[in-house]
C-alpha cells in the first residue's frame, strides 16, 4: 500500500494561507527586511526630524524662525517609538528564553541590539513564539509608518468591511490581517479584503 509521507499543511501563523511550516518562508522574509531596515530608517528620521532643514550647520539660510518639529517623527524617534516596539519584543524574547538583557541608555543602542537579537533568532521566533503574528504585525507598521515619513508618502487609505457579526472592521489594502474586537474572529489578508463593505450609517 502506497503511503502519502507529504507532511501536513496547516494554516501559515502570520497569513493564515496553509503552509508546511510554521510560518511561510516568505512572511519569514518580510520579517528579516524590516529588522534589517530598521536601524537605518531610525537614523534617516533624523534628517526629517525638522521640515525645511537643510545642512550648513543646521542654518536654514533664512532670518525666519525655524520651522516646529515633525511630532511624528520624534514619536518615532522617542523612547516608546520604534525603541519601544523592538526594544519590548526583543526583552520578551530574552526573558522567555532566559537570557541577559544589556543595560543600553541609548535609544539608538537599543534599536540596534533588538532588531539584532530578533533578527539572529527569527528561527525562534516563527517556530515556537506564541505571539509572532502580533511581533510580525507591529515591526511591519513600524516600518511602514518610518519609511512614510522619510519619503512624504500618505498612509494608505482604509476602508470599513463587516465581519460576519456585524462589527465594522477598518483595512487597507496591504492589510496583513485583522482581528475582530467584537468576536475575536482572525482574518488574513485575503480573507480580509474578501468581506463585504461595511454600510455606511446616514447621518443623523
Avoid at 534599536?111 to 527569527?122: E, P, Y
Wanted: proline content about 7%; hydrophobic content about 35%.
Amino acid at each position: 500500500m502506497f503511503l502519502d509521507d507529504t507532511p501536513q499543511t496547516q494554516p501559515c501563523a502570520l497569513c493564515d494561507k496553509p503552509s508546511r511550516t510554521r510560518v511561510h518562508p516568505g512572511c519569514r522574509d518580510r520579517i528579516a527586511a524590516n529588522l534589517r531596515n530598521l536601524p537605518g530608517l531610525y537614523r534617516q528620521l533624523g534628517d526629517v526630524l525638522q521640515p525645511g532643514r537643510r545642512g550648513d550647520g543646521g542654518r536654514t539660510g533664512s532670518r525666519t524662525a525655524p520651522l516646529p518639529c515633525n511630532v511624528d517623527t520624534l514619536d518615532l524617534r522617542a523612547r516608546g517609538g520604534i525603541e519601544g516596539v523592538v526594544g519590548s519584543w526583543a526583552r520578551d524574547l530574552c526573558e522567555r528564553e532566559q537570557w541577559d538583557i544589556p543595560d543600553y541608555q541609548s535609544v539608538t543602542a537599543i534599536v540596534d541590539w533588538a532588531c539584532g537579537v530578533l533578527l539572529a533568532n527569527l528561527t525562534i521566533i516563527c517556530d515556537e513564539h506564541p505571539a509572532a503574528r502580533e511581533l510580525a504585525d507591529e515591526i511591519r507598521q513600524i516600518t511602514a509608518q518610518a519609511e512614510r515619513l522619510i519619503t512624504g508618502e500618505k498612509p494608505p487609505r482604509k476602508i470599513g468591511v463587516a465581519c460576519t457579526c456585524g462589527q465594522t472592521l477598518r483595512i487597507t489594502l496591504d492589510t496583513a490581517g485583522v482581528k475582530c474586537p467584537g468576536c475575536s474572529a482572525q482574518y488574513g489578508h485575503s480573507e480580509a479584503l474578501g468581506l463585504p463593505l461595511a454600510e455606511r450609517r446616514a447621518a443623523a
